[in-house]
């Protein structure tokens, strides 16, 4: 079962190894790759999170997956987490220490929806506007919602811009639902 305080902790041990090894953007890597790996493959989340199979064959799977992809240290820390019977964690782990990275490093995830594929003046623009606002490098994801029918929405540390269509048709519908109307005759 995922933990936000065990994922936490963990990622703050790595962090702290990666630090004191010089190793920090390359231990960042890593677990971005770990977590991509674990998001996109449901079943391997069901492995680890399988208390029956034994953690030498979760280890020998980790092996396979990541032994020739991720460093030293991030190959010794994972077979740590499933000695101590965490594997399940691994994803929450891997996540909360790129959003640890980010904090140390001044990043911002600023994650932008589109109707249609935003151009490259586009997603300057955005990230020059956020970095403008938060006073920080941005590191900007993007997606393509043709329901939102045009426009876009960017969210960036709890913070949401809505311009999109979609929003200002629902926002009209009630806006005309209510009939405010009033007869002058």
């Given at each position: ?6 994922n936490t ?5 790595l962090?702290?190894?990666a ?5 920090l ?7 971005r790759?770990?977590?991509?790996t674990c ?10 999170a399988?208390p ?6 979760k280890?020998?799977?980790l092996?396979?997956?990541f032994?020739?992809?991720v ?7 994972m077979?740590f ?11 929450g782990?891997?996540n ?18 589109t ?15 956020v ?12 997606e393509v ?5 045009g426009?876009?929405s960017?969210a960036?540390?709890?913070?949401m811009?809505?311009a ?6 629902a ?5 005309f ?6 007869s002058?005759?």
């Amino acid at each position: 079962m995922e933990n936000y305080r065990v994922n936490t902790n963990y990622a703050k041990a790595l962090f702290l190894v990666a630090g004191d090894t010089d190793q920090l953007d390359a231990v960042n890597d890593d677990m971005r790759l770990v977590a991509d790996t674990c998001a996109e493959n449901h079943i391997l989340s069901t492995v680890f999170a399988n208390p029956v199979i034994p953690e030498h064959r979760k280890m020998a799977v980790l092996q396979d997956l990541f032994a020739a992809r991720v460093s030293k240290v991030s190959m010794l820390f994972m077979d740590f987490v499933v000695r101590k019977r965490r594997s399940v964690n691994l994803r929450g782990i891997a996540n909360a220490f790129v959003q640890l990275y980010r904090d140390h490093k001044g990043i911002v995830l600023s994650h932008l929806v589109t109707a249609t594929p935003a151009s490259e003046e586009v997603k300057k623009a955005v990230c020059q506007k956020v970095g403008a606002v938060t006073n920080k490098t941005v590191e900007l994801e993007t997606e393509v919602d043709p329901s939102i029918l045009g426009g876009m929405s960017i969210a960036f540390d709890g913070n949401m811009y809505d311009a999109r269509i979609s929003t200002a048709v629902a926002e009209l519908r009630r806006e005309f639902s209510k009939n405010v109307y009033e007869s002058k005759l």
